[in-house]
């Protein structure tokens, strides 16, 4: 893999006994584009720069490629307590897993950090969380700085008929560093772009269905979207209590796998994370084996390419090169859901939008300026810069009933049966399977904000819905824009899912550096 570097110079400001402010050059640090947790870790035991020193370059590099530059616009705000976190790091010894390691989080997950969560919607602007989600929390405790913010398609795209992923009234319109004038995807825009971009080490995403996928597709980073209830989703603006999860965004499968494990804790105030059968580890990294593949059984998700160009479809061969090579058994694979399913989800996804934004907003009492849908909706409507889309969405949502509804108990029940047990569970058994791959996605499409995305291929929906993992690893470029293969599989088979990411990985190397083209 190719390392490319970026000087940019950190300026501190030093006080003078008069008052007067100078800037005083402290030393540079280089930090290559491609820089993992271990190299930041290795630096900070061998004394090579301090943890002030790294926050103050990715500051300094937000401040020249999002905010100036080519102004990627994937950063809404940062924490206006980063450095004295890092000071208050310097010199300890590396503890955790994540000490030291500047992380950003997608603006829908509440913080303690005087930042406010806002789902992208300038209704929520002024939202200032009294305390960190779960996940922060866990971040925290493993050492984690929680750097900033990052822009998303608004309210994690469940808002419009028709819309710009990574677009936000709040945030503006977040651009792909491949290809300034093409899509990152979405809804954790910000966090694929600033991750690809090396804003910072590690991002978190959520993801419904392809949030997390298919901006790492985008954007060539890796991206892993766990079974739902590995993580908690307490603390997290919701849209479906079935499919909703949050999930690690990262230049590596192992960095991206680092950050699995310390969010893996039970929570009582998320019943996904109480369940029974749930099997889950707080370190992943046991599954980081470049053999990983040899003796896999995978079957190939062929159905999402049947109507794309040849470019698409000669780079998944490929792939599938690397994985016969490296020992695998490959079949193929036609159907895994249901004609209905994904429509049954769409339906449940109203119903559970309505109830769990009520919620959240009935859970910040007086802090709130708003306290239900309704009201969003009404000064979203009145708002002229939120009304580029229709927002439509939200209205019909508004309109579903309680969860108590036979009709949404009819289609959840429904949507289980037919992506689970009728879907992935039957594929994985009739054909036995340890995985399943398929190429995430088509590559960046032009940002049109008339006419809304044009996703091409995808393939998120089956793992999403089932609410099964998914991970994404770069596989390829088509014309300087990144393209990459999904590995999905049953509930709780992350190990699996790592394995053969990495393996795949280490053997195809096909990650490169963006260079923000026109």
Known sequence: ???????????????????????????????????????????????????????????????????????????????????????SMDGKQVTGPLFGIPVLLKDNIDTGDSMTNTAGSRVLMHNFPDRDA???????????????????????????????????????????PYRLDHNPCGSSAGSGVAVAANLCVIAIGTETNGSIVCPSNNNGIVGIKPTVGLISRNGIIPISRHQDTAGPMARTVRDAVIALGTMSSSDPDDFATINDGREVLDDYTLYLNKDGIEGKRIGYYKRPLSNDSTELNSIMDKALEILKDAGAE??????????????????????????????????????????????VIEQTFADSIEMQFDHHLMKTSDQRGELSDQVYVSAVDSMHLT????????????????????PTGSPAWKTDHENGDDYGVYSSSPAAIAGYPNITVPMGYISELPVGMSIFGGAWTEGKLIEIAYAFEQRSQSRKSPKFLH
């Open 330 to 375: 490959i079949v193929e694979v036609d159907r895994i859901l249901h004609p209905r399913t994904e429509t049954l989800s769409f339906v449940a996804m109203q119903y559970d939008f309505k109830n769990g934004v009520n919620q959240y907003l009935h859970g910040l009492g007086k802090r709130s300026l708003v306290t239900s849908l309704g009201e």
């Open 419 to 438: 992506s689970r047990t009728e879907g992935i569970d039957r594929v994985m058994s009739e054909y036995n399977l340890d995985a399943i791959v398929a």
């Open 1 to 87: 893999m190719k390392l490319e570097f970026t000087f940019l110079p950190l300026l501190v400001v030093v006080f003078t006994s008069c008052g007067q402010e100078k800037l005083d050059q402290q030393k540079q640090i280089f930090l290559p584009q491609e820089v993992t947790i271990s190299d930041i870790h290795r630096g900070y035991q061998e004394g090579e720069f301090s943890v002030s020193q790294v926050v103050e370059f990715y500051i300094a590099r937000i401040d020249s490629l999002d905010k100036n530059g080519p102004s990627l616009q994937s950063v809404i705000t940062l924490n206006p307590n980063v450095l004295d976190l890092a000071k």
């Open 134 to 176: 779960s996940l922060v929390a866990q971040l925290k405790e493993a050492g984690a700085i929680i750097l900033g913010k990052t822009n998303l398609s608004e309210w994690a795209n469940f808002h419009s008929n028709v819309s710009s992923s990574g677009w936000s009234g709040l945030g503006g319109q977040t651009k792909n």
